[in-house]
């Protein structure tokens, strides 16, 4: 006889605190309705649903899988970000909440033409020109397989033609200027990384992490150049770990970047630092 919903789910959140994840509940309920094939909204209504063999088999798999730290968004191969759902794979970092921050920000005020540097799944560039649809944007990366990603993202959510996907090491493959450029760029510090997460660790691109230094490298080289490729006023936003504020605020500051400013996340955390060209102030 087959198991039901109900049953699956009981089981699954009982092996997975006996290894000890965080957040038994909600990583099964995620994996449950993706092996079943439904919206994880509509799981409730099916608990008393048999599940077939196949659907079984491939939910043990997906236990199995996140009893050895392998990310949610990596089984499933897509994470949920800013309301839309975007493909992740093993080439491209996995989305965070947190970065919602540097999208909500970067949405108070207008632009027309944005730049976004080491783009991985293209979350951000992708979810900014969905938002406003009368802007075109570039995206680079280091990554060709991370830039098929973000192809494919730019496809799903209809912002295609209006993306340009560049392979490119930050400016090197870079022309133009532009009111708005965005970075979510390595921030880890080589010697921190033994003490992330093994879902973030050994799971998310090494370069998408760290700059094997301390962290603060890809700041340097987005600070020194991004004054040459934004318009007068046009802003410069990077994501940032929650240490980092004033040392890259001081950066750009140096840099001869004006408004610098350090933004929060929603648990009150350093998260973006904002900054605009000099000129005309950003409105």
């Known amino acids: ?54 659907q079984e088999k491939t939910f043990r798999q997906m236990l199995a899988q996140r009893s050895s730290r392998k990310p949610v968004a990596k089984i499933l191969g897509r994470r949920l970000f800013w309301d839309r759902w975007f493909e992740v794979t093993a080439d491209t970092l996995d989305p965070r909440p947190e970065t919602e921050t540097l999208i909500a920000l970067a949405l108070e005020r207008p632009f027309t033409k944005l730049l976004d540097l080491g783009t991985g799944t293209g979350c951000i560039a992708v979810t900014l020109l969905a938002e406003r649809p009368g802007a075109q944007g570039v995206a680079t990366d280091v990554s060709t397989p991370a830039l098929a990603v973000a192809a494919r993202n730019a496809a799903a959510h209809g912002v295609a033609e209006r993306l340009d996907l560049r392979v490119s090491d930050w400016f090197a493959n870079v ?27 050994d799971h998310d691109p090494e370069g998408a992490l760290t700059d094997h230094g301390d962290g603060l490298s890809a700041y340097r080289t987005i600070a020194a150049s991004a004054p040459l490729f934004l318009t007068p006023g046009g802003r410069l936003l990077v994501e940032i770990g929650a240490s980092q504020g004033p040392a890259v605020a001081e950066i750009f500051e140096a840099a001869g970047l004006d408004g610098v400013s350090i933004g929060t996340d929603l648990d009150g955390r350093h998260r973006v630092v904002s900054a605009h060209s000099k000129g005309q102030d950003a409105t």
Do not use: C, H, Q
């Open 175 to 201: 022309d133009g200027t532009f009111d708005l450029i965005v970075s979510n760029p390595p921030y880890i510090a080589l010697d921190e990384m033994p003490n992330l997460a093994p879902e973030v660790r």
């Open 1 to 54: 006889m087959s198991p039901t919903a109900r049953d699956l789910l009981a089981d699954g959140i009982a092996r997975l605190r006996d290894a000890r994840i965080d957040t038994p509940e909600r990583d099964v309920r995620a994996l449950l309705a993706g092996a079943m094939g439904i919206p994880r909204d509509r799981l409730s209504l099916e608990l008393s649903s048999d599940v077939p063999e196949a």
